[in-house]
């Protein structure tokens, strides 16, 4: 037996040797790798670094130079690679290695945090650790000195000088030579001849590249609430380390001031102004250090004596732009900059403030101050020729995220924390999930050391906002086990959840899948739950509308497996063998959201102009069939307050398009926001801003183009409201269809009305369907003639909307506070309140029945869409909002800014003569949005770019 199986010997060799070590000495003379290298065996080495770049010791000496010492030897094979940087380019060197006759050794750079640390930090990590030139990637194949390509520089950044110095001298002779002419040991004397004259001065240019440069350690602090500062801090802490200097980086709250006054080098601020000139977030608990402080200094202990430091601002001038707020100008980079001095810190620049109004913004004034910044630190004649490495985005994100994928599914499980990586929740909420926290406790569990008390919104998919009473039961039923007992019906005509907790969210959106609805296609760079309106009196145009809205919504659905394998337990197939495709989004999706809305006539309840593209049905002249729809593209409400590249825009008409057509219309229009629209700038990535990039007329061009047809002239059509109505109708079926008025969408119990428990109540009884308007509202849909009497007693039971005035009616309120991280002042909580004074002044004027559309969102994005409001207000600040007016009554027109600061006193003081006004000298009819332009209040707003005029 023995025997038998030695003479088969041959077929039971290794096919590959591989030694694998996650590290090495120091002393490469003193390794035992010399051992493998001298003796000849085909034997395979893999050496993984793991120190990250930004971890690095900066007094270190470089590690891959055992690179240059296996070299040295000339039979062996040398590779350096990096998964996460080249995939790719790792299975060639180490197919190479394996195929080499001799010993191999593949240097590989896997950085290591933590067991927790995300796959996406670990690709930031070797991105700017190759980008730098820190870890270069390189393969050395003795076997290929005849082709002449023995040495192979594959890294795209490699540092330039290095590169450069090895092109003057001829690639250093130990790149290009099968032997190169190093000494056998690398510890031993250099000099000894001109081969190793020219490997000395290689060593020290080398050497001079990668060493921190003589000067004090750059210790960066920033405080950034919408990102900017974060991303001006990172960007100068690369530029500081390409210059050689040694760099951290950290948020302002993460150091205290006794760490302060002990922190070696110079100390770097650059803050952003939040609010009413209020420090940000998490900038907040070190201002309250300092105030501190300042209350505690006496001449005979200056706490910060032995502190170098320089200041800069963000802020925009315009922000506040009475005479009476100038104040407000970043005062946080002021105050900071005052006090620290005050302290016995030593100010090494004056303070530079930039602003938003200058031509380039914040970094007009940056690129000044950056300047004196490198001169400071004695950096200032260094000579970058390096490419900077490029910022992770969220464009980057999307594409590694394995189509949505990321590290959810272990952040899911991680219950040592109630937050997801921050790279998740860019991606969750793709998957209908947004990760918020409690701001009314967050500086209280601040202060107790406790991390902030996060929690998730959950939002369905319901196209055109139609659900069943079973749904309904089910969704309420969530709400109370998982979420915080209410239910938030929203402006995209849909329900959504808030409160609930990481340990609870699988188990939530696996009942919602139960309750046969999802949360795929409600949120991220998608199309965003299509609305249709619900026009109540016309049932058989609402069925054909309703239809072609799932149609839609079918179309565009994202064809990920991610949702399904972290949620509902569906594994992938084996070994990946179906991979995922998106035929629609690809692998990097839209530039941004996407909202689509199909109107009606004369009912534009979707506010059909607000919307990326908009359908207008056409109706025959029986009143039964749909027989086309005219088509709209580049509506959009969200602004950033300041920056005048932004505006609000309402929807262009393009011409009109079959019933057949109008599904395909809607991709090809996606498409070419796809492949046009702006990966750079978030900010102006919306369909709007690519249809004035192109000119409507060459993005029509470019439609009809991928459509392979013309589309039709628009055909005639009118609206006449853009408001639901309450009440009960009969519709065309000889059903009868009950509009309930929800403040602002909430759906809970409270002392004054159990409105969660009559919903309840209902749905038990009903027979017929639910239905969510864009209003925020719901209609009680389909109910049978019998069964009004026992709808009406229950409605009647819980006192539901008995006495509201037309100002209420017409009013609606986004989220914001507590939990929407956008949030600048409030918005639902805050509206019901001002409403009710604002009553007071109505029924003083007669006006208690009027209506008056009044709208309120706690930031810019207009979620409730008060840029066409009547009566709108943009929140900024904490009881300080942005105040419109002159909205067109049927969503037609864009109201224009009447006030750029207002608080309460001053909105009752301006809205009370002009609503007094109105009731005496307005036309039969007239709205108030017309009344003020007429009256001269306010001019109308043409064009969107007028909006900022």
Request: proline residues 4%; glycine residues 8%; negative net charge.
């Amino acid at each position: 037996m023995v025997q038998q199986i030695l003479s088969l010997k041959d077929h039971l060799s290794l096919p590959s040797r591989w030694i694998i070590i996650s590290s090495w000495s120091y002393d490469l003379g003193s390794s035992g790798l010399h051992h493998i290298l001298s003796s000849g065996l085909n034997v395979n080495v893999l050496i993984i670094h793991t120190t990250p770049y930004s971890a690095r010791q900066s007094n270190n000496h470089r590690q891959h130079d055992i690179g240059l010492y296996a070299m040295n030897y000339g039979s062996a094979y040398v590779a350096s690679v990096a998964l996460y940087s080249s995939y790719a380019h790792m299975m060639q060197a180490l197919v190479e290695a394996d195929r080499f006759d001799g010993p191999s050794v593949v240097l590989g750079y896997l950085p290591y945090l933590s067991e927790q640390t995300s796959a996406i930090d670990i690709l930031k990590e070797t991105k700017l650790a190759v980008d730098a030139g820190y870890w270069p990637l390189y393969r050395w194949d003795p076997s290929k000195e005849d082709e002449g390509e023995t040495f192979s520089l594959d890294s795209d950044h490699i540092k330039n000088d290095l590169a450069q110095f090895l092109d003057r001298h001829n690639h250093l002779s130990q790149l290009v030579r099968s032997r190169p002419a190093l000494a056998t040991d690398v510890s031993g004397s250099l000099g000894q001849s001109l081969k190793d004259a020219r490997l000395l001065k290689a060593r020290d240019e080398y050497n001079k590249l990668l060493h921190v440069v003589n000067a004090p350690p750059m210790r960066i602090f920033y405080a950034s609430d919408g990102g900017g500062a974060e991303k001006m801090a990172k960007r100068l802490a690369a530029r500081g380390k390409i210059r050689g200097l040694d760099v951290n980086v950290a948020v302002l709250d993460s150091i205290s001031l006794d760490a302060l006054a002990h922190e070696e080098g110079y100390a770097v601020f650059i803050t952003f102004t939040a609010g009413q000139g209020e420090p940000p977030q998490n900038g907040k608990k070190f201002f309250k250090f300092l105030n501190a402080a300042m209350n505690q200094v006496d001449n005979k202990a200056i706490p910060l004596s032995g502190l170098r430091y320089v200041v800069f601002g963000l802020g925009d001038s315009h922000y506040w732009p009475r005479p009476e707020d100038a104040h407000y100008y970043n005062r946080p980079s002021r105050e900071l900059d005052s006090k620290l001095s005050l302290l016995g810190a030593q100010r090494l620049l004056e303070l530079h403030l930039g602003d938003s109004q200058d031509a380039d913004g914040p970094e007009t004034q940056y690129k000044v101050w950056e300047a004196r910044i490198w001169k400071l630190f004695g950096v200032d004649s260094i000579e970058v020729s390096q490419k900077e490495a490029q910022p992770i985005t969220l464009e980057h994100v999307k594409a590694a995220s394995g189509y949505l994928r990321g590290t959810i599914a272990e952040g899911i499980a991680d219950l040592t924390t109630g937050a997801l990586a921050p790279t998740d929740p860019p991606l969750t909420k793709y998957h209908g999930i947004w990760q918020q926290d409690d701001r009314d406790i967050r500086e209280e569990r601040q202060a107790q050391g406790l991390e902030p008390a996060y929690n998730f919104m959950v939002r369905v998919r319901m196209p055109g906002g139609l659900c069943t009473p079973m749904q309904w039961l089910q969704l309420d039923r969530l709400a109370d086990e998982y979420g915080n007992g209410t239910m938030k019906i929203t402006t995209r005509q849909t329900l959504q959840f808030h409160g609930i907790l990481k340990k609870y969210l699988k188990k939530s959106i696996q009942d919602i899948n139960k309750a046969l609805l999802d949360t795929l296609e409600v949120g991220g760079d998608v199309n965003s739950n299509i609305v249709c309106s619900s026009i109540p009196t016309m049932s058989d145009i609402y069925a054909q509308v309703h239809s072609f809205c799932t149609k839609i919504s079918d179309r565009l659905m994202p064809r990920t497996t991610a949702y399904h394998e972290i949620w509902l337990d569906q594994k992938m197939v084996a070994g990946h063998a179906v991979k995922d495709f998106e035929p629609v989004y690809s692998e990097w999706y839209l530039p941004r959201k996407f909202k689509i809305a199909i109107a009606v006539p004369p009912t534009n309840d979707v506010d059909i102009f607000t919307n990326d593209l908009g359908y207008i049905a056409i109706i025959d002249d029986d009143g039964t069939n749909v027989i086309g729809y005219n088509v709209l593209v580049g509506g959009g409400m969200g602004i950033t307050l300041g920056n005048q590249k932004t505006y609000p825009r309402i929807a262009s008409l393009i011409g009109f398009c079959t019933p057949e057509q109008a599904v395909d219309v809607a991709e090809k229009v996606t498409l070419v926001q796809r492949d046009f629209g702006d990966r750079v700038d978030r900010k102006t990535a919306r369909l709007k801003y690519t249809v004035d990039r192109m000119g409507l007329e060459n993005f029509k061009t470019e439609l009809e183009m991928r459509l392979g047809y013309t589309l039709q002239e628009s055909r005639p059509f009118s609206f006449d409201r853009n408001l639901d109505e309450y009440g009960w109708v009969e519709g065309q079926s000889g059903r009868f269809y009950f509009t309930t008025f929800i403040e602002n969408g909430r759906i809970q119990d409270t002392q004054k009305m159990q409105l969660k428990v009559c919903l309840r109540e209902i749905a038990k009884i009903h027979k017929g369907s639910f239905r969510l308007t864009t209003n925020q509202h719901l209609i009680i849909a389909e109910v049978e003639k019998d069964d009004i009497p026992k709808i009406k007693d229950i409605l009647s039971r819980y006192n539901i909307n008995n006495g509201l005035s037309g100002l209420r009616l017409s009013s609606s309120a986004c989220v914001a506070f507590p939990t929407c991280g956008l949030a600048m002042a409030e918005s639902e909580r805050y509206l019901p309140l001002l409403i009710d004074k604002l009553e007071i002044i109505c029924e003083e004027s007669g006006l208690r029945n009027d209506s008056i559309m009044i709208r309120m969102t706690g930031c810019p994005a207009g979620c409730t869409r008060p840029n066409v409001a009547e009566i709108g207000f943009l929140g900024k600040a904490p009881g300080a909002y942005v105040m419109l007016l002159g909205g067109g009554e049927n969503g037609q027109r864009l109201a224009r800014v009447y006030r750029e600061n207002v608080t309460e006193p001053e909105i009752l003081a301006i809205l009370a003569p002009m609503i007094k006004h109105y009731a005496l000298d307005r036309y039969e009819h007239e709205r108030f949005g017309n009344f003020v332009i007429q009256k001269g209040y306010i001019e109308a707003v043409k064009t969107s770019h007028e909006f900022w005029k």
